[in-house]
């Protein structure tokens, strides 16, 4: 199955009937990103107003207003985050039991050549990695998504010139997660493979402990799982790499926006067209954007591994009964 096949039928058979819950929690990630966008903008009467014009009600009144947003932010995200969990752990609990009953319904046959500890494997590791890749990267990378739009929002209407040159790394972050995408999946689907190797053979052990004693055999098997763990040690830790480069090298790339952005803020700065209050507001909405950007260019070396986890679950789901009665 290729992507876009698991996330349709993730979607008509898991996300559908959460659309209820899942719908409050947009509302609240909305909020999430109106308060981010606000906090940028309230930098600009904070500067005009206590700074420049000198007004002493503004003194108190916007510390309040910072307050204010603040807590509708922490509120809005305990009641995002708490709907989330909630809808992740029904998704889990509900491609388990449909495992269950898939296994419990196979045939005999099946089942002796698809050794127990595989299954148990896809039950518990590989369904965790399916609901991740469901409810906390696509969420997230909404609730990103809307938090940056309003970013970019407060920053066009301070200067829409400065924008343009801070998003021109944007497409080069796109391409840099695309290639890293590619790379997770591969990396992530012989983890998983491997994991079930690994269970096999720790599940044949214990299975079969009277046979390897009676046989004297307890070297070879301890060599033989240990080959096992090293294999998936050096996957898990190519995995955890690819995850880890995510991040510093799309701050790296952002820099480049970053950095045009001030140098022709500086000029303009110098030549007396930009006003200090713009600027600054404009530079809190530019800082603030850099977290949503870079956890948005994390997601896709994340979602790979939901990915590469539920062609494994829905190739069992899809295994058919020979026997039907």
């Given at each position: 199955m290729?992507?876009?096949?698991?996330?349709s039928r993730l979607f008509k058979e898991n996300i559908r009937p959460q659309m209820a819950k899942l719908s409050s929690s947009f509302i609240f990630m909305l909020i999430i990103a109106l308060a981010t966008g606000a906090t940028a903008w309230l930098l600009d009467?904070?500067?005009e107003k206590i700074f420049l014009d000198r007004d002493p009600q503004m003194v108190w009144m916007i510390p309040l207003g910072i307050i204010g947003i603040l807590l509708v932010k922490g509120t809005a995200t305990f009641f995002q985050v708490s709907i989330l969990t909630e809808v992740g752990q029904k998704i889990i609990a509900d491609i388990q039991i449909k495992m269950f009953t898939k296994i419990t319904y196979a045939d005999l046959g099946w089942l002796q050549i698809n050794h127990s500890g595989k299954i148990i494997s896809n039950f518990l590791y590989d369904v965790t990695l399916l609901q991740s890749a469901v409810s906390d990267c696509l969420a997230n990378a909404f609730r990103?998504?809307?938090?940056?739009?309003c970013l970019l929002a407060v920053m066009f209407y301070q200067d829409w010139a400065l924008s343009l040159i801070a998003m021109i790394a944007i497409p080069l972050?796109?391409?840099?997660?695309k290639r890293l995408g590619r790379r997770m999946k591969k990396a992530s689907t012989g983890t998983q493979v491997e994991?079930?190797?690994?269970a096999s053979l720790l599940s044949e052990n214990l299975d079969g402990t009277r046979i390897v004693k009676a046989y004297q055999q307890e070297d070879a098997e301890i060599e033989?799982?240990?080959e096992s763990i090293y294999r998936r040690m050096r996957l898990i830790i190519k995995v955890t790499k690819t995850k880890a480069a995510a991040a510093p090298f799309s701050e790296f790339l952002a820099g480049f926006?970053?950095?045009g952005a001030m140098y022709y803020a500086g000029i303009r700065g110098i030549q007396g067209d930009l006003p200090l209050n713009e600027f600054i507001s404009f530079l809190g909405a530019m800082m603030l954007a850099f977290q949503p950007l870079r956890s948005l260019a994390q997601v896709n070396t994340m979602m790979q591994e939901g990915f590469a986890a539920g062609a494994r679950v829905f190739e069992l789901l899809?295994?058919?009964?020979e026997i039907a009665e």
């Open positions: 290729n992507n876009k096949e698991i996330l009467p904070a500067i990103n998504l809307l938090t940056l739009i972050v796109g391409y840099f997660s994991t079930g190797v690994l033989k799982v240990s926006g970053i950095a899809d295994q058919p009964v």
